[in-house]
């Protein structure tokens, strides 16, 4: 069970920006009033979000696939007068609101799918065999156009301009660095983004400084050893007997060598070796994956790993190379963005629970590594985890992620601008 506490952020607004404007009441599930003068019909535009929610839930694509999705989603931006910045992408795409001028904040969701067969029997489930938003990209993809929808109508009193980056491929861990070496930064003084939270009540927000999402990195470790026949085992080295033993060495790492206040992981979840029942083979190949929430606990992880692999791969006589492949880093969340958050939260009338992590990992921390960032959960009071089959999430939790979103933008350019002046 997820610990959920009130939150000790300020109630009072330390930044003089402005008035909250309650425009969202997370027991009614939808917007309470139209009180606000920010947000006078967002009812009726929350169930047009809704609407794209569920359509691009139906027509889910893959990483680095995502063609009619941005198609989708472009369409819906120029409808809303918004204007798209060419990147030169192939697929995801950039949009700006604001005179262009001023600092930039960038909101970023991403809109990728999963190779999952969908078994949510909902009215508007995948029609496409074996592909899923099975991790909410759909959702955060709706809430960013909820944003916009919400700061378009701003526009003229923006202090400063805010990039809207609708980014492909997170699932591959490649598309935040696509968007990067694209040059989507450039100018770009804090990047705000969010992922659903099923095991958060729709109303909640999961705010937290530090890291909250772990590293991850994927490994290959390759046995070498010499073939031979079965019944003749003393005349080869044996790779499988060596991966067995290394498979079961790497777990002393969490319970040995890491302290019980770090959290990490090590998970082996490929085992292949060998092709008939009579033949020793030569190589025996492990694959999996280290998660951990700080950068040294990652590279003790790797350093034992490696010292591991080849002391156990020696005493059996065989060897053994391991190669890394680089997976995102941790998502460390910018202190004072995260207290502007819990600021907006509180203001909209949402609630706030500190503390919430994830060992999953999120490619957003490759902007994390260039700007200041923070990232929202966003709680949708789901059964299943992210990537299940009939992972579901709840549409009464896009209004809200929608205004909080927006007034943070706001609220960071404020920031930003303040900032600067200090400077000068
Ligand atoms: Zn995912
Ligand atoms: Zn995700």
């Not at 701003?154 to 935040?176: D, I, Y």
């Not at 070796?273 to 190589?283: E, H, K, L, R, Y």
């Amino acid at each position: 069970m997820t610990r959920v506490r009130e939150s000790l952020f300020n109630r009072t607004d330390p930044l003089r920006i402005g008035e909250a404007k309650p425009a969202y009441s997370p027991d009614a599930g939808l917007p309470a009033s139209a009180d606000s003068t920010a947000e006078p019909s967002i009812i009726c535009e929350s169930e047009e979000w809704i609407a794209i929610r569920r359509h691009l839930h139906r027509y889910p694509e893959l990483s680095g696939e995502e063609y009619e999705t941005t198609a989708y989603l472009r369409e819906r931006l120029e409808n809303l007068g918004i204007r798209i910045v060419d990147y030169g992408l192939e697929t995801g795409l950039v949009a700006e609101i604001g005179s262009g001028e001023g600092p930039i904040a960038a909101l970023r969701a991403d809109i990728d799918a999963l190779p999952i067969e969908e078994e949510t029997g909902l009215e508007y489930a995948s029609t496409r065999p074996g592909r899923m938003h099975a991790c909410g990209h759909d959702f955060h993809a709706a809430v960013l156009i909820g944003a916009a929808q919400l700061l378009k109508r701003r526009e003229a009193e923006l202090p400063g301009t805010v990039r809207l980056l609708f980014q492909p491929a997170e699932e591959r861990a490649k598309g935040a660095r696509q968007l990067i070496q694209a040059g989507v930064l450039q100018g770009v003084g804090a990047v705000i983004g969010q992922h659903n939270k099923p095991d958060l009540p729709v109303g909640t927000i999961g705010i937290t400084a530090g890291p909250i999402m772990a590293a991850s990195d994927g490994f290959t470790v390759t046995v070498r050893g010499t073939a031979s026949h079965a019944a003749v085992p003393e005349a080869g080295i044996d790779p499988i007997v060596t991966a067995a033993h290394i498979v079961t060495a790497l777990q002393t790492i969490i319970g040995r060598s890491i302290s019980a206040q770090e959290r990490a992981v090590v998970s082996v979840t490929q085992v292949h070796a060998g092709n008939t029942w009579n033949v020793i083979p030569d190589t025996a190949v492990l694959q999996g994956t280290i998660r951990s929430f700080d950068e040294s606990v990652h590279s003790r992880i790797k350093k034992r790993f490696a010292e591991i692999a080849g002391g156990v791969a020696s005493a059996f006589g065989a060897e053994a190379s391991v190669r890394w492949s680089g997976g995102p880093p941790p998502v460390v969340n910018d202190a004072a963005l995260t207290a502007l958050a819990g600021i907006c939260a509180h203001g909209l009338g949402l609630r706030v629970a500190e503390g919430i992590t994830s060992p999953a990992s999120e490619d957003f921390s490759f902007y994390q590594q260039k700007v200041p960032g923070v990232f929202l959960f966003v709680g949708t009071s789901g059964d299943r985890e992210w990537h299940h089959p009939a992972f579901e999430l709840n549409d009464a939790a896009l209004p809200g992620a929608a205004s909080l979103l927006a007034e943070l933008a706001v609220r960071t350019l404020l920031h930003l601008s303040e900032t600067v002046e200090k400077e000068d």
